[in-house]
């Protein structure tokens, strides 16, 4: 058995590998905007009725902020090549998934963006770790 890894798997790691990182940076933007936004306007947002995780918007806007900072880390990180950064950035894309879907009261349609793209990075990373551990 053959120990040299194929340059279409390769090719799909380091595609894979750029995707999630790009798109963590991506969302980390998204996430320190809108912890930004929270913290210099905290008025901006209104809830309707009550709902059950319901926050004082500048400690959403230092969450968010903070996941956000976190996640264009550990972007740069995946493009540097640490190793680490791929499980760390796992941990971080779903607990930035599960903000964003206790921000739905805030601003809804822009939480079920940030979800999505949460969740693509999630598949792009557990995709690249599962064709690295096959290689």
């Given amino acids: 058995m053959s120990s040299q890894v194929s340059p279409t798997k390769m090719a799909w790691a380091e595609g894979l590998t750029v995707f999630a990182a790009s798109l963590l940076v991506l969302v980390g ?10 913290l210099i306007n905290d008025q901006r947002f209104v809830v309707t009725g009550n709902y059950i995780y319901k926050f004082d918007t500048t400690q959403w806007g230092w969450i968010h902020l903070i996941l956000g900072l976190a996640a264009i880390g550990l972007g740069v990180a995946m493009v540097m090549g640490q190793t680490w950064s791929f499980i760390v950035a796992m941990v971080v894309a779903v607990l930035s ?7 739905l009261p805030y601003y809804p349609v822009w939480a079920i963006v940030i979800i999505a793209l949460d969740v693509a990075i999630i598949w792009a990373l557990v995709t690249q770790l599962a064709r690295s551990r096959t290689a």
């Fill in 29 to 38: 933007i998204f996430q320190a905007l809108q912890g930004l936004a929270a």
């Fill in 97 to 103: 998934a599960v903000a964003q879907f206790m921000w």
